[in-house]
């Protein structure tokens, strides 16, 4: 073997390596990045959760939410995997001190802004700002000391560059504080026309990244006032194809986590919208569902939906369901039946009762809880 081709082998298998979960030490299918900025399979990371841990199994800090982020430029990366000759391959340099890494983010920035630099050398520069960003937190941490989130923006204009600017500005946010930053320099007005254009993997990192900055609480009432933000995300989920709508749904769902934002939501004719993609099979749909079905305006949507009940009963009868969708579930049928004798026949019929009667032996004390409401509430009227 030639020591071109044993160098080859060698970078080779180190890109291998980023590609497995730390966890399961295989080849991951769905990355997902933590909150401590660790990414891993979500079948591992998830089953690691759904334990009771509430610690990175890397870092082993504390979570501050266990909200899982996909890492779509990752999934790119396993999906399309074959090694390019070493030459072009772009990998991350190694890890220095902070005072060097600040220079080479200096020189990559430059390179980014270069009029005369061909749109191949900054897509390089764009990859090793990524990786960087990936593996080091210190990084992530110290990136506004470069003028870095600016020229990430302008690249957005750049078709070829921008999945690879979106992918870098998720990683930049899964620092609090750079979540307040990207804000103030004006995020919003790149990704917003993004969500509506018509590359579905740009689209789906876009909701993405809207997902990551509404994690913090203080920027869900700036994204669901900014005009368009949530009628986009909203048009997405009923036109989306592929990641797109759920990661669209996902969005949804960590705004209106902020109440005021239901609203918002219902105004923009999400309700409908929402029970037709979970009646396709989109099960991320009934979280927001679960949240909105608190608004009155909302369950006055619901019940003008032809099968509303039926929709949701589904969801408990599906041997596939998660955790959260029956939960999910189970909370916007309360709320329905609460509202109105029509729903507790509907729900009669739909078999809701019998599915609150096997989820009295669930896991979860929220579920169990709904359930046994229901229950009461049924059972009066089967009598």
Not at 212 to 235: C, D, F, M, Q
Not at 280 to 294: H, Q
């Amino acid at each position: 073997m030639t020591s071109a081709a044993a160098e080859q082998l060698l970078v080779a298998e180190q890109l291998i390596e980023h590609l497995k979960c730390p966890i399961s030490l295989e080849i991951m299918s769905d990355p997902v990045i933590l909150s401590s900025g660790q990414t891993f399979d979500r079948s591992s990371i998830q089953q690691w959760l759904d334990l009771g841990h509430r610690k990175c199994p890397i870092t082993k800090f504390p979570l501050l939410h266990t909200y899982l982020i996909p890492n779509h430029a990752l999934r790119a990366i396993i999906s399309s995997f074959a090694p390019p000759p070493p030459e072009t391959l772009p990998h991350p340099p190694p890890l220095q001190t902070e005072a060097p890494t600040l220079t080479l983010t200096q020189t990559l920035v430059s390179a980014l802004t270069s009029d005369e630099a061909p749109t191949k050398y900054k897509l390089e520069s764009l990859n090793k700002l990524f990786f960087l960003s990936k593996h080091d937190p210190l990084f992530r941490r110290n990136i506004t000391d470069a003028p870095v989130i600016p020229v990430v923006f302008s690249c957005l204009a750049n078709e070829t560059l921008r999945h690879k600017a979106l992918a870098l500005l998720l990683n930049i946010s899964l620092e609090d504080e750079n979540k307040v930053g990207l804000m103030a320099e004006g995020i919003l007005d790149r990704l917003i026309p993004i969500l509506s254009s018509e590359v579905s993997d740009c689209s789906a990192v876009a909701a993405t990244l809207i997902t990551s900055l509404a994690l913090l609480e203080l920027n869900r009432a700036t994204i669901g006032a900014y005009p368009h933000a949530i009628e986009s995300l909203v048009s997405l989920v009923r036109d989306g194809v592929g990641r797109e709508k759920k990661e669209a749904a996902t969005a949804l769902y960590t705004l209106c986590r902020f109440p005021n934002n239901r609203v918002t939501v219902v105004a923009c004719g999400a309700v409908p919208v929402l029970l037709r993609r979970l009646d396709a099979g989109l099960e991320r749909c009934v979280e927001v569902i679960g949240l909105l079905a608190e608004r009155k305006e909302a369950i006055e949507e619901m019940e003008k939906f032809g099968g509303c009940v039926e929709v949701l009963a589904g969801v408990l009868k599906n041997r596939t369901r998660t955790k959260r969708g029956v939960e999910f579930a189970l909370l916007a049928l309360k709320y329905l039946c609460c509202n109105s004798e029509e729903s507790v026949t509907e729900a009669v019929r739909a078999g809701v009762f019998e599915s609150c009667m096997e989820l009295m032996q669930h896991d979860s004390v929220r579920v169990r809880e709904n359930a046994s409401y229901l229950i009461l509430v049924l059972r009066s009227r089967k009598q």
